[in-house]
């Protein structure tokens, strides 16, 4: 059962545009969201989170939004950057259960 | 502080053997999840210990099996191996209630012939 799905497999952006990468959920249980970026050859790293009596998270060039009712959610990423060429795996969970993750985008930015 | 360490980094086994993954969480970390990623599929949830207990289990064959031990060191085990279960495989380590979220390992990448 794919609890949370992110319909994009990729995304290319010009460096220094917007990327948003989308991501919806099925749980209405969930209440705690986390996005990781994931190199090649490398395990998935923390990128950003954000609790459901949220509907914003900013962190630098990074922001999260939460839209429960439509049980979806997108990370912005302004300006993108060569560098955050990678895949965006979005996760939920519901507390005390495990994290739920998406099958992820992969971006590129074009310099 | 030293990251969650994954052993070995990479295994080919032949299909019908049996193979044993190891990780070491992060210092203090109690929690250790362990997810299959397959191309396609995502992080596949495999299952989640908390102080030598499994708190959680993902929907995978009894094939796939996993322990922690009192230093929190988790193994995941995988019998009659198939061609399928040809996988990144990555073990993440948190603490209690996961309010970062987890710490990844670099994985342990199986290739099953």
């Known amino acids: 059962d794919q609890q949370v799905k992110q319909n994009s497999p990729s995304l290319s952006v010009q460096e220094g545009r917007i990327s948003i990468l989308n991501c919806d959920y099925t749980n209405s249980m969930f209440d705690y969201f986390l996005w990781y970026k994931k190199y090649p050859a490398e395990g998935p790293t923390f990128l950003i989170s954000?609790?459901?009596?949220?509907d914003k998270n900013e962190d630098g060039r990074f922001t999260v939004f939460l839209n429960k009712s439509a049980k979806h959610l997108s990370l912005h990423i302004v300006p993108s950057q060569p560098g955050d060429s990678a895949v965006y795996f979005c996760a939920g969970r519901e507390t005390g259960n495990q994290f739920y993750f998406g099958t992820g985008t992969s971006l590129t930015v074009i310099p | 502080k030293a990251g969650v360490t994954q052993t070995p980094r990479y295994l080919i086994k032949t299909r019908g053997q049996q193979v044993t993954l190891s990780c070491s969480p992060i210092?203090?970390?109690?929690?250790v999840s362990w997810y299959q990623q397959t191309p396609g599929q995502g992080l596949q949830f495999l299952f989640e210990y908390f102080s030598e207990t499994q708190r959680n289990k993902g929907n995978f064959p009894g094939r796939f099996s996993g322990r922690q031990f009192s230093n929190s060191r988790s193994e995941m085990n995988v019998s009659t191996l198939e061609l399928g279960d040809s996988a990144l495989y990555l073990c993440?380590?948190?603490?209690?209630?996961?309010?970062?979220?987890?710490?990844f390992g670099s994985g342990t990448r199986l290739t099953v012939v």
């Open positions: 993440a380590s948190s603490s209690a209630q996961a309010v970062y979220g987890y710490t």
């Open positions: 954000i609790s459901s009596i949220k």
């Open positions: 210092s203090g970390h109690r929690s």
